[in-house]
């Protein structure tokens, strides 16, 4: 039997094809726009003004950030009960979780004083405040103080406990040990 080598040598060869010349440029030059769109004519003027948009301030529009606050986005102060409990568990809850935030089972992890705040300003405090310690752990310590600077009763000591007991992320709150503040108790976050 022949081998494989012997066998190619024996098919025919081809030859690859020749590259067809290039084409040879021609003599006359190539014609410029003028002479290509010579025989356009050009649309009348239809006599209106057109308007040129001014251009863009450089700096962003700022919210008006003024005194008076949007009242929907603190809606819930509207809502108020007129006395306000001193601890709150969530539906569902195992019935010693108040027992056991009472007893400082859980670690505090974060703390935020609202004194001198005003309604609105201390629930922007409280609403970012919360978002951020849920990362920290799920028991936290806010101090809304116990009212001697507002006249007639206190207002954010209420507010605070109303705003807490509508917060998604709260699971319960009791009074702190110490007075003018409570113990939260988070949902964990998730992993």
């Given at each position: 039997m022949k081998s494989l080598k012997d066998k190619l040598k024996a098919l025919p060869r081809l030859t690859p094809p020749r590259p067809e010349p290039a084409p040879v440029p021609s003599s006359r030059p190539e014609p410029d726009f003028k002479t290509i769109?010579?025989?356009?004519?050009?649309?009348?003027?239809?006599?209106?003004?057109?308007f040129t948009r001014p251009r863009p301030s450089p700096h962003p529009r700022r919210k008006n950030c003024g005194s008076q606050p949007n009242a929907f986005t603190?809606?819930?102060?509207?809502?108020?009960?007129?006395?306000?409990?001193?601890?709150?568990?969530?539906?569902?809850?195992?019935?010693?979780t108040l027992k056991r935030l009472r007893a400082q089972h859980w670690p505090i992890c974060a703390e935020l004083d609202l004194h001198g705040l005003d309604r609105y300003q201390a629930q922007d405090h409280m609403a970012q405040f919360l978002h951020r310690a849920r990362s920290l752990g799920n028991c936290v310590r806010i101090i809304h103080g116990r009212g001697i600077g507002s006249q007639g009763e206190p207002v954010l000591k209420r507010m605070t406990r109303a705003w807490l007991s509508h917060h998604p992320d709260v699971l319960a709150y009791c009074d702190s040990a110490e007075g003018g503040a409570l113990t939260v108790l988070l949902k964990r976050m998730p992993d």
């Open positions: 769109f010579a025989d356009v004519i050009p649309l009348p003027d239809d006599g209106r003004v057109h603190h809606a819930i102060g509207w809502f108020e009960p007129a006395t306000s409990d001193n601890s709150f568990v969530r539906a569902g809850m195992q019935s010693s």
